[in-house]
């Protein structure tokens, strides 16, 4: 059955029992038939929440005990809205009082905690790109080297590769370059897809070539081909460096064709 489904004569049964309830209010001796109604109506909305979003709520067990913990609580507080049964909780304060404060706010706590984490990832994916999980343009702000070589790289011949062969052989080019330019950065150097089958490489200050070369022996039996332009920068004039870079890359690119 749909979880929808679920969720609809969850809350469908639900409803029926709470007027069901307020229909024999008189027998139970409710103190506010409109604290029960305002109380059972929330716990059946809190149902129909939880119910819907709990298939992809599964993987963050945070909110999960969070949920079930204001499940109980507001389930406890209808409860204690029969006289017999809050005449009794009367008797034991302190259960009381952490059964229903306690519960309330440990609940709001998990599941805040939660939404930090989901948030927090939610930033973070955003920051990646989807096909080679490298990181991309939004990542700039996070470049941790003051000063630092800039390679602007681009893959050649792609455009020929997906007309001829298909996308999904495009696609596996750019995975495996990006493989191998994640692979040789070191601590504190940072690899981007800045779109299509453009990259750009951070490397530690008069590191480039050496690190060109390293991507250029491991890919001597791929056939891929780059092209690529190095800049010095700083964070200070990065956006020109990338310019500047960029020019050098497809000097170099326009270069390769005349020589073929």
Known sequence: MPESNVSIIAVGISTLLLIAIVAMSRYV???SISDVFFEGATLILLVYIFLTVKPHLIPYSKIMNG????????????LTEIPFFDKYSDNYEIIDTILDDGTLLVAFLLIAIGLTTIVANIIKESMKDDLTRLYNRKKFTDISLSSFDLIYFDLNGLKKINDMKGHAIGDLMIIRFAQVLREHCLKQEMAFRAGGDEFIVITQ????????????????????????????ATKENFEEALIQSDKAMYKMKKSLKKST
């Open 67 to 78: 949920a079930y913990l204001l499940l109980f609580n507001k389930c406890y507080d209808l």
């Open 205 to 232: 200050p008069n590191r480039a070539n050496s690190y060109i070369a390293s991507v250029y022996k491991t890919l001597e039996n791929d056939l891929i081909s780059f092209s690529y332009g190095i800049e010095k």
């Open 29 to 31: 001796g409710f103190d």
